[in-house]
């Protein structure tokens, strides 16, 4: 994303309480544990790395679709 990464996107997004209930993942090639974690602090729900099939795409989908209000 030119200009931000994700942690500061979902950090603005999260602070701004526009999107407080949006359910969000992380998808990246940072697949550490530190990297999880990061995530998650960051405001993420979920964290996923690449490379990602297309089953396990499709449940964190259907997991985030449920956790929406």
């Known amino acids: 994303m030119p200009g931000e990464d994700g942690y500061a996107f979902i950090r603005k997004l999260r602070s701004d309480n526009h999107g407080t209930q949006i359910p969000v993942a992380a ?18 729900e979920m964290h996923l790395a690449k490379p990602i099939d297309s089953d396990r795409l499709a449940t964190a989908v259907a997991t985030l679709a449920a956790l929406a209000p």
């Open 27 to 44: 998808l990246t090639a940072l697949a550490g544990e530190a990297d999880r974690r990061r995530a998650l602090d960051a405001g993420f």
